[in-house]
């Protein structure tokens, strides 16, 4: 039986004409009304369970009460005096505990800002004036934001970059390690290391020489490319490279931060320690805010106002994250993530032996991507697979999206549980049965746009 979803539609209808189309991906007509933990509902009182957490925003799971009070306590106290001018404890207090979480055992210093894209810039900001270089590499296939800093680091997709140009000049992108569509086939997680480490040093001795480059921006996990998860050993010859030629590793977390992988942070799987991390998405439980935790030095080049926001930082959203770094701590959320992540890897894995269109499972903590093809040796992406499936489970009462053409995105809030997730995975099989059955029919992929 189809959702029941009058309100929706009609809502839906009306912002359709009035906003604007660049800021919306569609994947189906839900209008969110509550979000309570791991579950959301929509405006004709349907309930989801969440397995998108906002785009990985919401890691304490919706409208938790601890985050709540917190917001609502400093909104009576203080909404707003600028950090720029004046100073405010909410800020001093999550400075404090954003040091103490981050890895490096070096001094550091924070910025703040209202978001991931702008976190970006200020950190290429940082860099340029710290190393006094201005050349910076990034990852083909990478997302890092809307801003024009973040555009310039991002090479997800052209539409975001069709017609804005010129963007910032003297960023170069470099291949992510992928150990599933490999450079050449047969390719083992070494040879991708190998190969991917010499497509940075062919750079260097080619055309962008390294003691001019400035920093790598690297996701631990390749988010929006379709989580991909590098080798250990990239990571680690990634930082060694940084070493030998004074380049700064700079880790994007905005996706990956707060929990999400098991860990604080999802450099930390990898056992390397960067100069500075990029925050932001789940940070504060949803309020805007980012910023970056860098060594100390690196923040000790530039004067202002050479990055600063009026509202950046402020006493509402810092009270929030501060709050989110208790509730990830006091409810043992990594320890959550990396136990639920670790039974719903396995999960997939038990049903991409009976589904031949599961190409590859792979994830860290509740960071898990599902790619789907066409077929298991060209690796063709299956986008038609992968939005019918979101439809679908979208009609048993899922919020399910996908990336990359073809990757079903699984990060639920990190306060999900055993008995929600069971639910989801029951679901999405039946998804996966009936995509199989031939069950879904061609005319979901109208509503269903994904990317
Ligand atoms: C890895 C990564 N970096 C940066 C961003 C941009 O964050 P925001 O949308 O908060 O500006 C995103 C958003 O999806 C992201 O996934």
Redesign the pocket.
């Given at each position: 039986m189809a959702l029941h979803i009058p309100k929706c539609l009609e809502l839906v209808d009306l912002d359709q004409q009035m906003t604007s189309p660049a800021a919306k991906v569609p994947y189906y007509p839900l209008v969110v009304d509550k979000g309570k933990g791991a579950t959301v509902t929509d405006v004709d009182g349907n309930q989801y369970i969440d397995l998108l957490a906002s785009?990985?925003?919401i890691n304490t799971g919706h409208c938790h009460p601890k985050v709540v009070e917190a917001i609502k306590k400093q909104t009576e106290q203080l909404i707003l005096y600028t950090p720029v001018y004046m100073y405010h404890r909410p800020l001093i207090d999550l400075s404090q505990k954003l040091i103490e979480i981050t890895p490096g055992n070096y001094r550091k210093r924070v910025f703040y800002g209202l978001?991931?894209?702008?976190?970006?810039d200020g950190a290429i900001k940082m860099a340029r004036t710290a190393t006094k270089r201005k050349k910076i590499l990034s990852f083909l296939r990478?997302?890092?934001?809307?801003?024009y800093g973040?555009i310039s680091l991002s090479a997800v997709s052209l539409p975001m970059r069709r017609g804005l140009g010129p963007l910032l000049p003297e960023i170069h992108h470099i291949p992510y390690p992928d150990t599933y569509r490999t450079p050449f086939a047969g390719m083992s997680e070494e040879d991708v290391t190998a190969y991917s480490i010499e497509r940075i040093k062919e750079l260097f001795t080619t055309c962008v020489p390294a003691e001019e480059v400035a920093a790598i921006f690297f996701?631990p996990i390749q988010?929006?490319a379709g989580l991909i998860v590098p080798p250990t050993g990239y990571v680690k010859a990634l930082r060694e490279l940084c070493d030998t030629y004074g380049i700064l590793l700079i880790s994007?977390e905005?996706?990956?931060g707060f929990g999400r992988t098991g860990k604080w942070f999802g450099i930390e799987n990898f056992d390397v320690i960067p100069d500075a991390i990029?925050m932001?998405?789940a940070i504060a439980s949803g309020m805007p805010l980012?910023g970056v935790v860098a060594k100390a030095e690196l923040m000790e080049q530039w004067e202002a106002p050479a990055h600063l926001f009026t509202a950046a930082g402020n006493p509402v959203c810092c009270a929030a994250a501060s709050a989110t770094i208790d509730v990830i701590k006091e409810e043992n959320l990594r320890e959550n993530a990396t136990e639920i992540g670790a039974y719903t890897l396995s999960r997939f894995k038990e049903m991409q032996k009976r589904f031949e269109f599961i190409g590859d499972v792979r994830g860290i903590g509740l960071s898990i991507g599902v790619d789907l093809v066409k077929d298991r040796t060209t690796k063709e992406r299956n986008t038609e697979a992968a939005a019918k499936v979101c439809y679908q489970a979208w009609q048993k009462g899922l919020l399910l999206s996908f990336f990359s053409g073809s990757v079903l995105r699984i990060q639920p809030p990190l306060v999900i549980s055993k008995q929600q997730i069971d639910t989801a995975l029951a679901k999405i099989e039946e998804a996966f049965e009936e995509y199989e059955a031939g069950a879904i029919p061609d005319s979901v992929l109208e509503t269903v746009k994904g990317w």
């Open positions: 785009a990985g925003a978001c991931g894209s702008d976190a970006n990478a997302y890092h934001g809307s801003t973040a996701e988010g929006d994007e905005v996706q990956q990029v932001g998405k980012g």
